[in-house]
């Protein structure tokens, strides 16, 4: 982020903000998801990749092939964006569309060998952003805090 950028945004931390709104987790979480948000877009964009590319990557290494949606379902991607996303990563090699031999109107998903070897290049990238999202804290703080978000995040997502 641009120091410009930054000065756009307004500084929990300053005297001005009232103490109101800087103990509102929903305020905090809300600006450090623009923060967090601008570091993992910029910095994978530095490696010619944007964070559904990943989301994609990690989920058909993880569970395998799928229909477009089945990796809507495990990404959280829409499937009118997920199209887009798959023309990107299918141009860059990066996964093979194949189609369904059960139903031919639909496409399979796999990742191909190029895919494979760049998800770990993008770990280490992601790694090294999240090192300097969450720099203040300790390892065993980062730890308790992904915990609490996802269970923040379960919560939420099983009664919605």
């Known amino acids: 982020m641009t120091r410009a950028e930054a000065a756009d945004l307004p500084d929990d931390g300053a005297r001005e903000t009232p103490g109101r709104l800087r103990r509102r987790a929903s305020r905090l979480l809300s600006q450090l998801t623009v923060r967090s948000d601008r570091l993992i877009n910029e910095g994978l964009d ?3 990749a944007r964070k559904w590319h990943y989301a994609v990557l990690a989920s058909l290494v993880e569970y395998g092939p799928g229909s477009q949606a089945t990796l809507s379902r495990r990404t959280g991607i829409y499937r ?3 199209v887009g996303v798959l023309n ?3 141009e860059r090699g990066l996964v093979e569309r194949v189609p369904d031999p059960d139903d031919r109107r639909r496409n399979i998903i796999t990742i191909s060998a190029r895919g494979r070897r760049r ?4 770990d280490k990238v992601l790694d ?5 999202l969450l720099a203040p804290l300790s390892p065993a703080e980062r730890d308790q805090l992904v915990q609490l978000l996802t269970r923040l995040l379960d919560h939420h997502t099983r009664t919605s």
């Open 46 to 48: 530095r490696v010619d």
């Open 80 to 82: 009118s964006d997920l």
């Open 88 to 90: 990107e990563l299918a």
């Open 119 to 122: 998800l770990p290049r993008l």
């Open 128 to 132: 090294d952003l999240h090192d300097e």
